[in-house]
Each structure stands twice: as C-alpha cells, then as structure tokens.
C-alpha cells in the first residue's frame, strides 16, 4: 500500500473515530467482520446501463437506468425506449419531439454508446459486478444490510432500484472505512488468468490507465444456484435482502415451475422449500434437491475518466444487434402504421 493510500485511510479512521456514531460503527464492524470470513472477491463480468450529464442538474454524471443489463446492446434499447417515451409522453414541442426521435432512429440502426439531445449527453455505462466468497461460498446479506418497511410476501412487489440518481463521482467520498479501503484497492483490479480471452484482458489493462477513477455503486441482492462445484446467477439484483428472498419465493412458487415446466413432483418439492423459506422469516438459503439457493449480497463498480464513466469495451460481446423497438411518430406525437 503506498503512502498516499495509508494517508487517505488514516484520515478516513480518524473521521469515524471523531464522529462516534454507534451506528456507523456496528457498521463498520460488520464489514471487518466480512471481511476476515469472505475475504476473496468473485468477478461474475460485465453489467451495462445508462447515464446523464445534464447541465441543469449538476456538473457530474448520474445513473438514469440501473447498471444490470448483461450486455451492451440491452443498454442501449432501453435508451431508446427512454428517449421514444419521452417523445411520446413528456413533450408538446414538435422540435423536441423531432429532435428525440431523432436519436432513436440511430438506435434503431447503429450501436452507439452515445448520443447528445438537446444538451444532455447520454451514455451506456459499463461496470463489473462482484462478490466476496469464502469457504463456504458466496456472502449473503450482512446484519446490518438495510431492510425495506414493508417486509410483506404477497401483493404486489415494487422494489425500485437505487441507481437512478446516483453520481458517479469517483472524488466523492465513500461512506465507511472499508468501502474506502476497496475502492482504493480495486484501482488497479484488472482481469487476469487463462480463463479470460487475451483481448478482453488487454482493454482491462488500458482501462486502469483511460479510466483510473472507482466509483461503487449501492450494494444489491440477488439470488444465486449452487449445484456441483460452482455458483451461477439465477435473478436480477434487488435493493433489498428482503427484495431478493421475496423474488427466491415468487421464483419457485410461480415464475420457475412455468418457465421450466415443472413436472407435479417438482412443483410440490419447489412449493414445500419456499414455504419453509418464507416461515423462516430471515433465511437466506432454500434447498430444493440438489440445489441451494441463497441471497448473496453483490457489489458493482464503474470506472470514471476525465470525460466520465466508461462506456463499453471492444471485447464486450453483444449476441443481437439494434432493431427499431417502437412504433414510428411523428413531431406532432401521432403515432402512424409501420409498412
């Protein structure tokens, strides 16, 4: 660790001393703690999403789309969803309307991580998720892991993400001694080994130099699958450990057993471990045969340089290319039949 890295984290330690908040400090604790007991971190790869830079809200880059989708090109149709119905719904000026229609049809034709309407530039945003693993697998949630008011388990479920709004301003301070200290470690985090294909390895490497800024963003929870060796990912990231355990339970009572058409023996095993997963209250992990699931706690970050965050690399793999995704309007709003 070099000095400057010690000077930092000494006075990050002296602020939480000086501050004396039992919260931030059971926190803190917590995250020592986690850090002794998963102390290896488990690179799951890219995520992409979209972000802003609008003069009128503030001179730094904010998240507009949650940074989950799996590839580029995911990124980039849900630009062009948001600029359509902005066009559709959130204007009456025909320029304007003009103006974002245009920006979708390059969409519909090319794969560009950039676009600039009316002033605000808009950028798919690359990030790497990952989590810290131990002996016994991945990390669930921590005590201390926020918990939503309503912890219900039936109705409906809105979990809304935590990334809108979120500056990505690697200059911010992190809040916590440890996330400090990650941020700091991870740098220099680059992908390494055979596993990882020599071009993906090199834009690793050149993005420590063209992106040298970290920012983390909010810490999410997701359902993973282990079965034989390994972990494998089995839904979206939620804002909650609540969130999640409430997917993993509409997952293998509803979504699952449709989508993988369950047999009467498989629905009935998938039925009896959620609703002992539910009475639990707090668990998270349900075993259904030779399967175990449990909530892992997921971190992501993005790589900002002087023109702002990174956009996607060039061994980032996309399996389908843009296509038009909306009815065709006109400046006027009236949406007109497609040939």
């Known amino acids: 660790m070099g000095d400057d890295w010690k000077r930092q984290l000494d006075q990050l330690h002296a602020g939480l001393v000086q501050r004396d908040d039992p919260a931030e400090l059971v926190t803190e604790a917590d995250a020592v703690d986690a850090s002794y007991r998963y102390p290896h971190l488990a690179v799951r790869g890219p995520v992409f999403g979209i972000a802003a830079l609008d003069p009128a809200a503030g001179p730094h880059w904010r998240v507009v789309r949650p940074i989950v989708d799996g590839m580029a090109q995911q990124a980039r149709d849900t630009l062009n969803s948001l600029l359509w119905f902005k066009a559709k719904d959130d204007t009456d000026?025909?320029?304007?309307?003009?103006?974002?229609?245009?920006?979708?049809?390059?969409?519909?034709?090319?794969?560009?991580?950039?676009?600039?309407?009316?002033?605000?530039?808009?950028?798919?945003?690359?990030?790497?998720?990952?989590?810290?693993?131990?002996?016994?697998?991945?990390?669930?949630?921590?005590?201390?892991?926020?918990?939503?008011?309503?912890?219900?388990?039936?109705?409906?479920?809105?979990?809304?993400?935590?990334?809108?709004?979120?500056?990505?301003?690697?200059?911010?301070?992190?809040?916590?001694?440890?996330?400090?200290?990650?941020?700091?470690?991870?740098?220099?985090?680059?992908?390494?080994?055979?596993?990882?294909?020599?071009?993906?390895?090199?834009?690793?490497?050149?993005?420590?130099?063209?992106?040298?800024?970290?920012?983390?963003?909010?810490?999410?929870?997701?359902?993973?699958?282990?079965?034989?060796?390994?972990?494998?990912?089995?839904?979206?990231?939620?804002?909650?450990?609540?969130?999640?355990?409430?997917?993993?339970?509409?997952?293998?009572?509803?979504?699952?057993?449709?989508?993988?058409?369950?047999?009467?023996?498989?629905?009935?095993?998938?039925?009896?471990?959620?609703?002992?997963?539910?009475?639990?209250?707090?668990?998270n992990e349900a075993r259904v045969g030779d399967s175990l699931y449990r909530i892992c706690r997921t971190e992501r970050l993005v790589r900002v340089g002087p023109d702002g965050p990174e956009p996607p690399r060039p061994s980032d793999v996309d399996s389908y290319g843009p296509m038009k995704m909306h009815p065709t309007m006109d400046e006027d709003g009236r949406l007109l039949p497609d040939d």
């Open 93 to 283: 000026d025909p320029a304007e309307r003009r103006d974002l229609l245009a920006a979708v049809a390059i969409l519909e034709r090319r794969p560009v991580n950039e676009l600039e309407v009316r002033g605000v530039r808009y950028r798919v945003v690359r990030g790497d998720e990952f989590a810290r693993t131990g002996a016994d697998g991945l990390e669930p949630p921590r005590p201390t892991d926020p918990e939503p008011a309503d912890r219900s388990w039936t109705g409906r479920h809105n979990a809304p993400s935590t990334d809108p709004g979120f500056a990505l301003d690697p200059t911010e301070d992190t809040p916590g001694l440890m996330s400090s200290a990650l941020k700091m470690g991870l740098r220099q985090f680059t992908y390494t080994g055979a596993r990882f294909p020599a071009d993906v390895r090199r834009d690793s490497e050149r993005a420590v130099h063209t992106h040298p800024g970290i920012v983390l963003l909010p810490v999410g929870f997701g359902v993973a699958e282990r079965r034989d060796k390994g972990w494998r990912p089995r839904t979206t990231l939620m804002p909650t450990p609540h969130d999640a355990r409430r997917m993993l339970y509409d997952a293998m009572t509803e979504s699952w057993p449709l989508l993988h058409q369950f047999d009467a023996e498989e629905r009935a095993a998938h039925a009896r471990a959620a609703e002992e997963f539910k009475a639990a209250g707090h668990a």
